[in-house]
T-cell receptor, first 111, second 120 residues
Framework: KNQVEQSPQSLIILEGKNCTLQ??????????LRWYKQDTGRGPVSLTI?????NTKSNGRYTATLDADTKQSSLHITASQLSDSASYIC??????????FGTGTRLQVFP | GAVVSQHPSWVICKSGTSVKIECRSL??????MFWYRQFPKQSLMLMAT?????????EQGVEKDKFLINHASLTLSTLTVTSAHPEDSSFYIC????????????????FGPGTRLTVL
């Protein structure tokens, strides 16, 4: 069964600190892996997209890694800001355009 | 970047009425659009895939007669929730794929801002 699991479910950090979110997937066949940021009451916004041949991709303070062998990905947020408070969703795409969504990690950044 | 809009952003309706939600790709032509539903603290669930000029493909468990999808042009898809009931209250999100900017490896989908439906 195609599944995407994320941890932790929720995370609270202080402004300025770094954090890492985890994603494990059991999806086959695999097309690409994406990380999205979803603010409350808004649609998801893409942060990074990686194919199986890409190990890391950065977007500003966001850096995603992918280990296709162990089927694990992480999203590292550097020097967190209050505006980083959101849900972060790991999504794995299969070749048919279907997206398999993770359950998300809810991040709260406090001053 | 590609922009997808939805209208309305929120709607409140009485039980038994029908509600139409629009999804537009503003700066690209989308042959394929997707409709998702998201309940509080849950992830997005795909309801149906909408292809321009043809019938939508619904996911298992989604009633096609209740959730009518029309993709009449390359920039507009509509979702009509017919005879809405309180259990249909949810956050509805559409996405669109831009075939010109998405490489085969990425087939990126761009999401709309969502529509909050509340059925009283």
């Amino acid at each position: 069964k195609n599944q995407v699991e994320q941890s932790p479910q929720s995370l609270i950090i202080l402004e300025g600190k770094n954090c890492t979110l985890q994603c494990n997937y059991t999806v086959s066949p695999f097309s690409n892996l994406r990380w999205y940021k979803q603010d409350t009451g808004r649609g998801p916004v893409s942060l990074t997209i990686m194919t199986f041949s890409e190990n890391t991709k950065s977007n500003g303070r966001y850096t995603a890694t992918l280990d296709a062998d162990t089927k694990q990905s992480s999203l590292h947020i550097t020097a967190s800001q209050l505006s980083d408070s959101a849900s972060y969703i790991c999504v794995v795409s299969v070749p048919t355009d279907k997206l398999i969504f993770g359950t998300g990690t809810r991040l709260q950044v406090f001053p | 970047g590609a922009v997808v809009s939805q209208h309305p952003s929120w709607v409140i309706c009485k039980s038994g009425t029908s509600v139409k939600i629009e999804c537009r790709s503003l700066d690209f032509q989308a042959t394929t659009m997707f409709w998702y539903r998201q309940f509080p603290k849950q992830s997005l669930m795909l309801m149906a895939t909408s292809n321009e000029g043809s019938k939508a493909t619904y996911e298992q468990g989604v009633e096609k007669d209740k959730f009518l999808i029309n993709h009449a042009s390359l920039t507009l898809s509509t979702l009509t929730v017919t005879s809405a009931h309180p259990e249909d209250s949810s956050f509805y999100i559409c996405s669109a794929r831009d075939p010109l900017t998405s490489g085969i490896a990425y087939n990126e989908q761009f999401f709309g801002p969502g529509t909050r439906l509340t059925v009283l």
